[in-house]
């Protein structure tokens, strides 16, 4: 498909295909928002999945995500558990486990580098070992290209990591795709942008504004919308999934790093007015920037993800205010478990 | 100086300034080659100087290589070392210490990223404690360019690591520069070339080419040069030094990414027959690349360091006949003690 411009709104069907059936597959963070998401995925594709997580407090992971899923959930972190048992024969690694709080990195950037870089290099070297010929799609980040210096961010764009978290995520990334030139192993990475959907994190704002936000509309209450005028594109789960998978599908896509990008770019001002219409109403206030968050806010993003698109013929299919109304009905009878 | 594109050869002399009298400094990786040469330089101009060093077998350092010198020399891993006392008022931290080996880095990455990375989080943590206002020159590297996509190497080029080594000091920098973006540290960081001269390591062929072929041409014996035809741009130690000394004296450099490049070019044909030219005689032979360092190579490689030029008014002031030379010189009389 590679040189392809018009993507085939068919290609995201992934089931028809039947490629998943009885493979046996890691997801690392499995418990958390996208890698419960794409477990979910795969589960429902008759994969034979193993679900890896540290199961840390507060991050988002929690076993409710893959409740009566057909998925094996392991308890263990990447830094210190026996990886070789886990990672033995596997054919496909989707590896979400990573610490996502800008905040959390620039408090104990030791954690956040032990997480994102070296548990990664553990993970490597089991695989080598156990599943030389797995392929590996790596979630990555927007993240540490910065404050943009042009938009759409293409994968071009300048490194320049606006915090500890990004420093450790292209660390991370950048061990992933050695493994690729030097070992030859087929592996994708995803430079994703913000994500949102069911069983994402909505207790407070330490991984996205746009969780408190969820929460905050459903319980009735003002939710605060900081700066106001930042570009920003956001991706629906199930499109995110579906890029995961088919970054895996596609054997050109190999040693690529790929923007995975959202729906059309909008401020966090028309986000806001998104937020409360998909809702049925709600409120919000705009308001300056706290100091912390200011000194490593990147102003507006939003990915140029062309590159993917022609690879895979991946394109979103949920726009931002579908995507917002299935989050906030998936939400609305499950809101006391997810704060 | 900024701006000014002829360098004045006299801004390289750093003792009529008498700046450095006095004043508290600590050179990381002090014992290693370009550390020691820093200890050298400083405390001739009556700096009070500590190096740490954690003294790793087979990196090169050598308590030998301070000494005679007015310095204090703390055996102090900075991985694992109480680094309150040693940061406590130092008015400068010339930042050397490193994991430097490409192949050892390649074997044992966690290693090289515990040296590389998550050691510079315990000094800038201690630093942020103890010595708020410090100017801080970080040794960083060429290496994470990877293989150039266009010649010279400006400081724009894309990251691409084509090793672990890489991987790891271009997280480190970055750290460092957080510290400046976030914190207000005066921050440089000089992207080094290849870099030779008195006291570097020529055991082996574990951290330079040239190392091995010093050693060997002294021995009378032939070296091996592998490829042939790759450019590279090699910088004399005490240019090296100067520049190092400069970016700390000049307040305009503050978070500033610099290459730090060399003499003119030559191909490594051609600095073999420099070497033996220089030596009064030698053989040498040219080999094939082996399998595992092929992997890692990156090519050619010089440096545009117009920037650092124009910010410090800084030229080498050594060719590289003369720099050879001055090596050859050095070593002769004590090889034994650095094989």
């Known amino acids: 498909m590679n040189g392809a411009r018009e993507p085939d709104p068919g290609r995201n069907d992934h089931r028809r295909e039947g490629r998943w059936q009885g493979r046996r597959v890691l997801v690392t963070g499995g418990a958390g928002f996208l890698g419960s998401g794409l477990c979910h ?192 594109d956001l991706a629906y789960l199930d499109d995110v999934v579906s890029g995961f998978l088919l970054a895996a599908e596609t054997p050109g896509c190999a040693g690529g790093t790929y923007n995975l990008g959202g729906a059309s770019p909008v401020s966090l001002r028309q986000l806001a007015e998104a937020v409360v219409a998909a809702n049925g109403g709600g409120t919000y206030a705009v308001r300056e920037f706290p100091a912390d968050r200011k000194a490593i806010d990147i102003g507006s993003f939003h990915a140029d993800d062309r590159a993917f698109r022609e690879a895979t013929g991946w394109a979103p299919r949920h726009g931002l205010a579908e995507g917002l109304r299935m989050t906030l009905d998936w939400f609305r009878p499950r809101l006391a478990s997810y704060l």
Request: charged share 20%; with cysteine.
């Open 41 to 232: 995925a795969l589960a429902e594709r008759g994969a034979r999945v193993t679900a890896i997580d540290a199961m840390v407090p507060g991050t988002g992971a929690s076993a409710a995500n893959l409740a009566g899923l057909p998925v094996e959930l392991v308890e263990a972190d990447l830094r210190t558990a026996d990886l070789a048992p886990l990672c033995r024969d596997v054919e496909a690694v989707f590896n979400l486990a990573a610490q996502t709080s800008h905040m959390d990195s620039m408090a104990d950037p030791a954690n956040d580098l032990s997480v994102n870089a070296l548990a990664q290099l553990r993970l490597i070297a089991a695989l080598r070992a156990e599943a030389p010929a797995a392929v590996v799609v790596h979630a990555s980040t927007r993240q540490f290209y910065g404050r943009a210096q042009y938009l759409p961010v293409d994968e071009r764009h300048p490194v320049v990591p606006p915090d500890a978290n990004g420093v450790a995520k292209f660390a991370g990334e950048q061990y992933w795709l050695l493994e690729h030139r030097v070992h030859r192993r087929p592996v994708v990475s995803l430079r994703l942008t913000n994500c949102y959907g069911p069983r994402m994190r909505i207790r407070d704002h330490r991984q996205t504004f746009l969780g408190i936000w969820v929460r905050r509309v459903l319980e009735g209450e003002p939710f605060e919308v900081w700066g106001g005028e930042q570009l920003r």
